[in-house]
C-alpha cells in the first residue's frame, strides 16, 4: 500500500522525462560542496548522505552538463541526465520500480511520487534485481571467474608447500637427531619464505604496479611470476635452494592477492560486493582442497620415486597459473581504475564503456559512472581536485609515500586501517593456518606414534579433509555475506572457534590414555573434525568427519578479512591500504609457518591448540570493539562510515549496544535497537521534526568549537539530522520517513 505524497507547494508540472525544472529554489551548493568533503574525513554526526543530495535540479543539470562535456561527450546527454536524477533519489526510485512493476495502472504518479524521469521497463526490472538477486548482472560471471583462477592458484601454491613439507629428507633435511632442532628452522624458513616475501615486497609493489598497467596487468604479472617460480622450485636440491626461489614466488602472491579482491569489489554491484570478494576466499580453499587431491595423487603414482613426487608437488602450480592468464585475456579492467583524477590513467569514457558491459542497463552504467566521478571529488586528499597526476620517478615514489603516511595522519583512513588490519590479522591468530600449513605435519605426528612410520596417504588425506570443510562450508556465506553482514558474521563465528579451539586443546592433555597416537589423532578430529557416536570416540578417516572448527572458520574470518581490505579504503588510497593490511595477514602467516614447528616442540598439541584458543578470544573482543559493518553500501558511502570517531564507536558499543542486547535478549524487553549512523540514502530523513527517538546520540552542538583531528568547529558538529538539502527530481512521499531495513542492519552490528 502506498501513501499519499506529501503536498509540497514549490512542486511545478513535469514536462518530460529531462524537465529542467526545479522543485524548489535553493541558494549555491558551493558551501555545502566543503561542507560533505569535510564530513568525509570527520563525520561528527553519522550521517550517511547521498554526494548528490545538496544539489537542486538547476544545479544538478549543470553540473551533469560539465561532466558530458569534459568526460562523456559521446554518449546521449538527455540518457546521462536521466541517470543522474535516478542516482540523486536512488531509494525513491528503487520503490518507483518496485510498485509500478505490481500494479503497472498507477499512472504518471507513479507509486506515490511525480518523477521528472518515467523509468523504462527493463529498468525497472534491472533496479529491482540489482538490490534483491545475487546475480543480476551477467557481465560479473568473466570477473568473478577470473578472481576464481587466481584464487584457485593461491590455495593450490599452499597445497604444494604443505605438501613438500611431508619431504624434508628431498631437501637434504632430517638427517640425524642432533640436527633435528636445526631442521626445524631451515624447513620453517623455506615454507615461510613466499609468505614473508609477499608481505615485505609483493604487498607494497602492488600500488606502483597498479598505477601502472591496472588491476588486471598486475594480476597477470603475478602469474607470470607464480609461473616461473613454480617451475623452478621443481628443480630444488635444498631447502636454501627452495627458500631462493620462493622469494619471486612471495613477491607474485603479494601483489595477486591485493590486486584481485580489489577487481572484485571495484565491479561489483553495492548490495552484493561482499558475495563477488567472496570468491576469493571460497576459491582459495578449492585450490587448497584440490591441490591435496594432486599431491595425494603425485604420491601414489611415484611413490617409489619421493624425488619426483616432490618436483610434481612443487612444479603443479604451473598449470593454474596458465589457466588465469588465459582469463585475464577476456577479464575486464576494473572501471574505477580510470576515474582517478590524479592519474595518467583518467579516462570516464573507458570507465563507462566498462561498466556498459558489466551492467545490465545504460541507466545503470551512466548512473554508477557519474556517481563514482561526484564521489571521487569528493574524497581525493588534496586541496585541490585538479591536481595533475605525478610524474617521473621521484614524483611518484613521493605520491606513494604520502598516500602511506596519510593512512596514519587521516582519520577517514586510519579508522579504515585499523579496522582492516584488526580483521586480517585475527585470521592468523585464530590458527587457522596451523591446519592449512602443517596438516600433514601435525597429523603425521600424532598418528606416527603408535605405528613407527605411518604411510603418507593418511595426513594428505586429513589435509584434503580440512580443504575440502574449508570450502564446502564457506558456500553459505555467498549470499548471508552481504544479508547478515560481515560483521555479524564475525562476532557469531569467533567464539564457536574459541570454545572448539579450547576443546581440542583440553582433549589433548586430559588423560594417560592420550599418550597413544591413534586416541590422540581421533580427539583431536572430534573438535577439529566432528565425529561423536553414542559418546564414544573413533578414529575415522578425514572424509567422513565434518570440520566443526574450520567449517565456523569458512564463512567468517575465511572471506571477510580480504573482503575488507578492498573495500574499506576510499579509491585514492585503496590499493595502499588494502597492501598494508594483506601485508599484515601475510606477514604473520608467515611467522606461524617458521615458529610451529617449534611451538609444537616445546608446547606438544594440547599447548598449541590452547595457545591459539586464547588468540581467538583475544580476536572476538578486538573485532567487536574496532570493526565497523560495511554490507550494503556502496565504495564511496564507507567513506562516511569510516570517517565517524573511532572512539564514538567504541562507546556506542560498551555503553549503548551491549546494554540493549542484554535487556533484549537476556530480559526479554522488546526495545528498538539504538543506531550509530544517521542513514539519508535509505532509511531517508525524520519527517517529524524535533523527535529524537530515531536519532544516534550524538550531540547536536559536538565539534562546535573546533577539535582534534582538524575539525572544523560549527561546520561538521552542529549538522541537523534532517536532509541539509531536498534532493530535486521528484515529490517524496510520507512513508519516507521511516528507517530502512537496511539502514537497521548496516549501522554497527
Given at each position: 500500500?502506498?501513501?499519499?505524497?506529501?503536498?509540497?507547494?514549490?512542486?511545478?508540472?513535469?514536462?518530460?522525462?529531462?524537465?529542467?525544472?526545479?522543485?524548489?529554489?535553493?541558494?549555491?551548493?558551493?558551501?555545502?560542496?566543503?561542507?560533505?568533503?569535510?564530513?568525509?574525513?570527520?563525520?561528527?554526526?553519522?550521517?550517511?548522505?547521498?554526494?548528490?543530495?545538496?544539489?537542486?535540479?538547476?544545479?544538478?543539470?549543470?553540473?551533469?552538463?560539465?561532466?558530458?562535456?569534459?568526460?562523456?561527450?559521446?554518449?546521449?546527454?538527455?540518457?546521462?541526465?536521466?541517470?543522474?536524477?535516478?542516482?540523486?533519489?536512488?531509494?525513491?526510485?528503487?520503490?518507483?520500480?518496485?510498485?509500478?512493476?505490481?500494479?503497472?495502472?498507477?499512472?504518471?504518479?507513479?507509486?506515490?511520487?511525480?518523477?521528472?524521469?518515467?523509468?523504462?521497463?527493463?529498468?525497472?526490472?534491472?533496479?529491482?534485481?540489482?538490490?534483491?538477486?545475487?546475480?543480476?548482472?551477467?557481465?560479473?560471471?568473466?570477473?568473478?571467474?577470473?578472481?576464481?583462477?587466481?584464487?584457485?592458484?593461491?590455495?593450490?601454491?599452499?597445497?604444494?608447500?604443505?605438501?613438500?613439507?611431508?619431504?624434508?629428507?628431498?631437501?637434504?633435511?632430517?638427517?640425524?637427531?642432533?640436527?633435528?632442532?636445526?631442521?626445524?628452522?631451515?624447513?620453517?624458513?623455506?615454507?615461510?619464505?613466499?609468505?614473508?616475501?609477499?608481505?615485505?615486497?609483493?604487498?607494497?609493489?602492488?600500488?606502483?604496479?597498479?598505477?601502472?598497467?591496472?588491476?588486471?596487468?598486475?594480476?597477470?604479472?603475478?602469474?607470470?611470476?607464480?609461473?616461473?617460480?613454480?617451475?623452478?622450485?621443481?628443480?630444488?636440491?635444498?631447502?636454501?635452494?627452495?627458500?631462493?626461489?620462493?622469494?619471486?614466488?612471495?613477491?607474485?602472491?603479494?601483489?595477486?592477492?591485493?590486486?584481485?579482491?580489489?577487481?572484485?569489489?571495484?565491479?561489483?554491484?553495492?548490495?552484493?560486493?561482499?558475495?563477488?570478494?567472496?570468491?576469493?576466499?571460497?576459491?582459495?580453499?578449492?585450490?587448497?582442497?584440490?591441490?591435496?587431491?594432486?599431491?595425494?595423487?603425485?604420491?601414489?603414482?611415484?611413490?617409489?620415486?619421493?624425488?619426483?613426487?616432490?618436483?610434481?608437488?612443487?612444479?603443479?602450480?604451473?598449470?593454474?597459473?596458465?589457466?588465469?592468464?588465459?582469463?585475464?585475456?577476456?577479464?575486464?579492467?576494473?572501471?574505477?581504475?580510470?576515474?582517478?583524477?590524479?592519474?595518467?590513467?583518467?579516462?570516464?569514457?573507458?570507465?563507462?564503456?566498462?561498466?556498459?558491459?558489466?551492467?545490465?542497463?545504460?541507466?545503470?552504467?551512466?548512473?554508477?559512472?557519474?556517481?563514482?566521478?561526484?564521489?571521487?571529488?569528493?574524497?581525493?586528499?588534496?586541496?585541490?581536485?585538479?591536481?595533475?597526476?605525478?610524474?617521473?620517478?621521484?614524483?611518484?615514489?613521493?605520491?606513494?609515500?604520502?598516500?602511506?603516511?596519510q593512512l596514519f595522519t587521516q582519520r577517514r583512513l586510519r579508522n579504515a586501517l585499523i579496522s582492516s588490519s584488526i580483521v586480517a590479522l585475527s585470521q592468523q591468530l585464530c590458527g587457522i593456518n596451523v591446519f592449512a600449513f602443517y596438516s600433514g605435519t601435525l597429523f603425521s605426528s600424532v598418528t606416527s606414534s603408535s605405528k613407527g612410520d605411518h604411510p603418507l596417504s593418511t595426513p594428505m588425506l586429513y589435509s584434503f579433509g580440512y580443504g575440502a570443510v574449508n570450502f564446502f562450508c564457506g558456500l553459505p556465506a555467498?549470499?548471508?555475506?552481504?544479508?547478515?553482514?560481515?560483521?555479524k558474521w564475525l562476532v557469531i563465528t569467533l567464539p564457536v572457534m574459541t570454545l572448539f579451539m579450547l576443546a581440542a586443546a583440553l582433549s589433548s592433555t586430559t588423560s594417560s590414555e592420550i599418550n597413544n597416537g591413534v586416541t590422540r589423532t581421533a580427539l583431536i578430529a572430534v573438535f577439529v573434525f566432528r565425529k561423536y557416536v553414542d559418546g564414544v570416540l573413533k578414529q575415522q578417516t578425514l572424509t567422513r568427519c565434518v570440520a566443526v572448527f574450520t567449517a565456523t572458520y569458512a564463512p567468517g574470518l575465511g572471506p571477510?578479512?580480504?573482503?575488507?581490505?578492498?573495500?574499506?579504503?576510499?579509491?585514492?588510497?585503496?590499493?595502499?591500504?588494502?597492501?598494508?593490511?594483506?601485508?599484515?595477514?601475510?606477514?604473520?602467516?608467515?611467522?606461524?609457518?617458521?615458529?610451529?614447528?617449534?611451538?609444537?616442540?616445546?608446547?606438544?598439541?594440547?599447548?598449541?591448540?590452547?595457545?591459539?584458543?586464547?588468540?581467538?578470544?583475544?580476536?572476538?573482543?578486538?573485532?567487536?570493539?574496532?570493526?565497523?559493518?560495511?554490507?550494503?553500501?556502496?565504495?564511496?558511502?564507507?567513506?562516511?562510515?569510516?570517517?565517524?570517531?573511532?572512539?564514538?564507536?567504541?562507546?556506542?558499543?560498551?555503553?549503548?549496544?551491549?546494554?540493549?542486547?542484554?535487556?533484549?535478549?537476556?530480559?526479554?524487553?522488546?526495545?528498538?535497537?539504538?543506531?550509530?549512523?544517521?542513514?539519508?540514502?535509505?532509511?531517508?530523513?525524520?519527517?517529524?521534526?524535533?523527535?529524537?527517538?530515531?536519532?544516534?546520540?550524538?550531540?547536536?552542538?559536538?565539534?562546535?568549537?573546533?577539535?582534534?583531528?582538524?575539525?572544523?568547529?560549527?561546520?561538521?558538529?552542529?549538522?541537523?539530522?534532517?536532509?541539509?538539502?531536498?534532493?530535486?527530481?521528484?515529490?517524496?512521499?510520507?512513508?519516507?520517513?521511516?528507517?530502512?531495513?537496511?539502514?537497521?542492519?548496516?549501522?554497527?552490528?
Amino acid at each position: 500500500m502506498v501513501d499519499r505524497p506529501v503536498p509540497m507547494s514549490t512542486l511545478r508540472p513535469r514536462k518530460s522525462d529531462n524537465d529542467a525544472e526545479p522543485i524548489e529554489s535553493m541558494p549555491s551548493a558551493g558551501a555545502n560542496r566543503n561542507e560533505q568533503i569535510h564530513r568525509r574525513r570527520h563525520n561528527n554526526q553519522g550521517i550517511i548522505e547521498n554526494p548528490l543530495v545538496h544539489l537542486n535540479d538547476d544545479e544538478l543539470l549543470q553540473d551533469v552538463m560539465v561532466f558530458w562535456e569534459e568526460c562523456l561527450p559521446r554518449v546521449d546527454r538527455g540518457e546521462l541526465i536521466r541517470a543522474a536524477r535516478v542516482a540523486q533519489n536512488a531509494r525513491s526510485y528503487d520503490e518507483i520500480a518496485r510498485s509500478t512493476s505490481r500494479d503497472s495502472k498507477t499512472g504518471p504518479n507513479e507509486g506515490g511520487y511525480n518523477p521528472l524521469v518515467q523509468l523504462r521497463e527493463e529498468e525497472k526490472a534491472a533496479l529491482i534485481a540489482e538490490k534483491d538477486s545475487l546475480f543480476s548482472q551477467k557481465g560479473m560471471f568473466v570477473v568473478i571467474l577470473t578472481v576464481s583462477l587466481a584464487a584457485f592458484l593461491q590455495g593450490f601454491v599452499q597445497s604444494s608447500i604443505n605438501g613438500a613439507s611431508l619431504f624434508p629428507d628431498q631437501l637434504g633435511l632430517g638427517a640425524s637427531d642432533s640436527t633435528v632442532r636445526e631442521d626445524d628452522y631451515k624447513l620453517g624458513a623455506a615454507n615461510a619464505s613466499p609468505f614473508f616475501f609477499a608481505a615485505l615486497l609483493g604487498c607494497w609493489l602492488s600500488l606502483p604496479i597498479n598505477d601502472l598497467v591496472g588491476r588486471r596487468g598486475a594480476m597477470a604479472i603475478a602469474a607470470l611470476l607464480i609461473f616461473a617460480s613454480s617451475l623452478g622450485a621443481a628443480w630444488c636440491l635444498s631447502w636454501k635452494s627452495l627458500f631462493s626461489i620462493r622469494v619471486v614466488n612471495g613477491i607474485g602472491m603479494g601483489v595477486k592477492a591485493v590486486s584481485t579482491p580489489i577487481l572484485a569489489s571495484e565491479t561489483a554491484v553495492g548490495f552484493w560486493r561482499g558475495s563477488a570478494i567472496l570468491a576469493w576466499q571460497l576459491w582459495v580453499a578449492f585450490g587448497i582442497m584440490m591441490g591435496f587431491v594432486f599431491n595425494l595423487a603425485f604420491w601414489a603414482s611415484t611413490s617409489d620415486n619421493p624425488k619426483l613426487t616432490v618436483q610434481l608437488i612443487l612444479g603443479s602450480p604451473c598449470v593454474p597459473a596458465i589457466f588465469l592468464l588465459i582469463g585475464l585475456y577476456f577479464c575486464p579492467e576494473s572501471p574505477r581504475y580510470y576515474l582517478r583524477r590524479t592519474t595518467p590513467n583518467y579516462n570516464p569514457q573507458k570507465a563507462y564503456e566498462i561498466l556498459l558491459k558489466i551492467r545490465k542497463t545504460e541507466l545503470q552504467a551512466l548512473r554508477d559512472v557519474y556517481l563514482v566521478y561526484k564521489s571521487v571529488q569528493l574524497e581525493e586528499y588534496t586541496d585541490n581536485i585538479d591536481e595533475e597526476a605525478p610524474r617521473g620517478f621521484f614524483g611518484h615514489a613521493k605520491n606513494y609515500v604520502s598516500q602511506y603516511r596519510q593512512l596514519f595522519t587521516q582519520r577517514r583512513l586510519r579508522n579504515a586501517l585499523i579496522s582492516s588490519s584488526i580483521v586480517a590479522l585475527s585470521q592468523q591468530l585464530c590458527g587457522i593456518n596451523v591446519f592449512a600449513f602443517y596438516s600433514g605435519t601435525l597429523f603425521s605426528s600424532v598418528t606416527s606414534s603408535s605405528k613407527g612410520d605411518h604411510p603418507l596417504s593418511t595426513p594428505m588425506l586429513y589435509s584434503f579433509g580440512y580443504g575440502a570443510v574449508n570450502f564446502f562450508c564457506g558456500l553459505p556465506a555467498i549470499r548471508t555475506m552481504d544479508t547478515l553482514g560481515r560483521r555479524k558474521w564475525l562476532v557469531i563465528t569467533l567464539p564457536v572457534m574459541t570454545l572448539f579451539m579450547l576443546a581440542a586443546a583440553l582433549s589433548s592433555t586430559t588423560s594417560s590414555e592420550i599418550n597413544n597416537g591413534v586416541t590422540r589423532t581421533a580427539l583431536i578430529a572430534v573438535f577439529v573434525f566432528r565425529k561423536y557416536v553414542d559418546g564414544v570416540l573413533k578414529q575415522q578417516t578425514l572424509t567422513r568427519c565434518v570440520a566443526v572448527f574450520t567449517a565456523t572458520y569458512a564463512p567468517g574470518l575465511g572471506p571477510i578479512p580480504f573482503t575488507l581490505a578492498s573495500e574499506s579504503f576510499p579509491l585514492s588510497h585503496r590499493e595502499a591500504g588494502a597492501a598494508f593490511a594483506i601485508a599484515i595477514n601475510l606477514l604473520f602467516g608467515g611467522l606461524i609457518q617458521m615458529f610451529f614447528p617449534r611451538i609444537h616442540a616445546r608446547l606438544n598439541d594440547g599447548g598449541s591448540l590452547g595457545l591459539f584458543a586464547g588468540l581467538n578470544l583475544l580476536a572476538f573482543v578486538l573485532v567487536f570493539l574496532f570493526v565497523e559493518e560495511t554490507k550494503r553500501r556502496s565504495l564511496e558511502d564507507l567513506d562516511l562510515i569510516f570517517a565517524v570517531r573511532k572512539r564514538d564507536f567504541v562507546r556506542h558499543q560498551v555503553t549503548r549496544y551491549l546494554p540493549w542486547f542484554f535487556r533484549r535478549y537476556i530480559l526479554g524487553r522488546r526495545e528498538r535497537k539504538p543506531l550509530l549512523y544517521r542513514d539519508l540514502i535509505w532509511g531517508a530523513p525524520r519527517t517529524e521534526v524535533g523527535v529524537d527517538r530515531d536519532w544516534n546520540g550524538f550531540a547536536a552542538t559536538a565539534g562546535a568549537a573546533g577539535g582534534e583531528d582538524g575539525e572544523l568547529g560549527g561546520k561538521d558538529g552542529g549538522v541537523s539530522p534532517e536532509f541539509p538539502r531536498r534532493p530535486s527530481g521528484l515529490m517524496v512521499s510520507e512513508h519516507a520517513g521511516r528507517i530502512s531495513e537496511d539502514s537497521d542492519d548496516s549501522a554497527h552490528r
